[in-house]
C-alpha cells in the first residue's frame, strides 16, 4: 500500500529547530510523526523518511502528499515545512594578490588542526593538491568517517569524506561516490586548503604554483550536487553530519533564491552551525549587477561576492574589415588560416534587406589565442557577483566581504582528456578564499571568528 502513496517527489523537509536536552531517539520521534498524519494503518513511516536529521539539530525529509505536508505544519514542534527543493551551483596569483604570499608566517602544527568541511561536488582524492605526504594522522577532536569505496579512499589530508542522495534516480556522469565528476568540489577544495603543486596551469595559462590558504589544514568532503543539482534535504543532512564531525570551517558555493530563513537549507544549517561555533561562509550568486539577488543572505554567515585580481587573459577577434575586438575570455588554441564557418543565415526572415545589402557577402573573422595581461583596476567586484541588499531583513548589508572570483586556478578531475587544473570563474570560487583566511586567522586568534561576531 505505501509503494502506491501519491507523495510529491522528492519529497519536504521537516525543520523542528535544536535537539531536545533530554534523551530521544530521533529516528522514532520522526516515524511515530510520520504514522501520524499518513494513518496508523499505512506502514509508512521508515520508506517515507529521506534523511533524518538528528546529530546537530532536530528534523528530517520525507516523502508526504500535499495533504500529509499541510498536517505535518501544524504539528506540535515543528517550526517549517518546505520542498525538498534544488539548489545550483555558483560558478594561484589570487592569494598573493591579496597580500597572502607562500612565505607568509605560518603556525603549520595549528593549521593542520584546522579542519575545513567542503560541502560541495565532492572532490578527486588522487589530484596532487590533496596529497597528504608529511601529514600526520587527523587531529583527535575528529568524529566523521569516510565512506572507502571502491573507487574513492581517503588519506591524511581528506580525513573525511561522503555522500547524499536524496533523489533516487542516478544520470549519466552521476557516481554513487564522494569522488567529484563535476569539478566544482575539487576547485574549491583546492582552494581553501590544497597543498603547493609547482608548474601547474591550465594548457599554459596561469603557470605557476598551485596552493590553498592554509596548505596544511584538513579536508572533510560532503558531496550534495549533482548532475541535476544540489537538494535541499542533501544539504542539510550534510550540515547535521559536518557540525557533529567537528569541522571548524564550512564552505558551501552553492545558493539559491530563498522566501524566508525557515525554508532556506542554508539558512538553516548555517544557523546550527554558528550556535555550535563553526564559522560558515557561502557564495553570494552569480545574477549581478541587479540589486537584491544575493541568494545566501543570513545574517549568521559570511556571504562572499566575487571579485578581480590582477590578472586577466584577453582574446582579440580581427573582423575582415581590419577592426579589431578585445574579450576577456581564454581560447588556448592558435588556429590556422583555414575559414571555417561560423554562423549560415540562409533560412533567416529576409527583413532587413537595406542593412544586409551593406555588409559583405564573405564576412570573416580572426579569432587569436589568449594572451595573459595585467588588470591594473584591480581589485573591483565583477557584475556577475550578487548585489544587496537582503530582501528579507532589508536593513541588513549584504554581502559581507568580496574575495577573488575571476580567473581562479585550481584543481579539477583528472578525467580522460580534461586537465588537472582548471580556471573558472564565479562567486563560487571567491568563497573559499574566505573559508581559508578565516582558517588561517583561527590558527592564531581563535577568538577573533567567533560565528557570531565575525559578520559585524
Known sequence: MSGARPYTHPGYVVYMGDRPSADFTASSLHATMLQQVAGSGSGASESMIIHS?????????????????????????????????????????????????????????????????????????????????????????????????????CNNKIIGARYYRSNETILPGDILSPRDTDGHGSHTSSTAAGVLVSEASFKGFGFGTARGGVPSARIAVYKVCWVDGCYAADILSAFDDAIADGVDIISISVGMEPSNYFQDPIAIGSFHAMKNGVLMSASAGNDGPKPATISNKAPWLLSVAASTINRQFVTKVQLGNGEIYKGTSINTVALDKQMYPLIYGGDAPNTIKEFNSSLSRNPTAIIFRSIETGNELAPFVVSFSSRGPNNITWDILTPDIAAPGVHILAAWPSITGVVPYNIISGTSMACPHVSGVAAYIKTFRIQLILPVQTPT
Open 53 to 153: 536529521y538528528k546529530r546537530s539539530f532536530n528534523g528530517f525529509a520525507a516523502r508526504l502528499t500535499k495533504n500529509e505536508m499541510q498536517k505535518m505544519a501544524g504539528m506540535k514542534g515543528v517550526v517549517s515545512v518546505f520542498p525538498n527543493e534544488k539548489l545550483q551551483l555558483h560558478t594561484t596569483k589570487s592569494w598573493d594578490f591579496i597580500g597572502f604570499p607562500q612565505n607568509v608566517k605560518r603556525a603549520a602544527t595549528l593549521e593542520s588542526n584546522i579542519i575545513i568541511g567542503m560541502i560541495d561536488t565532492g572532490i578527486w582524492p588522487e589530484s596532487q593538491s590533496f596529497s597528504d605526504q608529511g601529514f600526520g594522522a587527523p587531529p583527535t577532536k575528529w568524529k566523521g568517517s569516510c565512506q572507502n569505496l571502491s573507487n574513492f579512499t
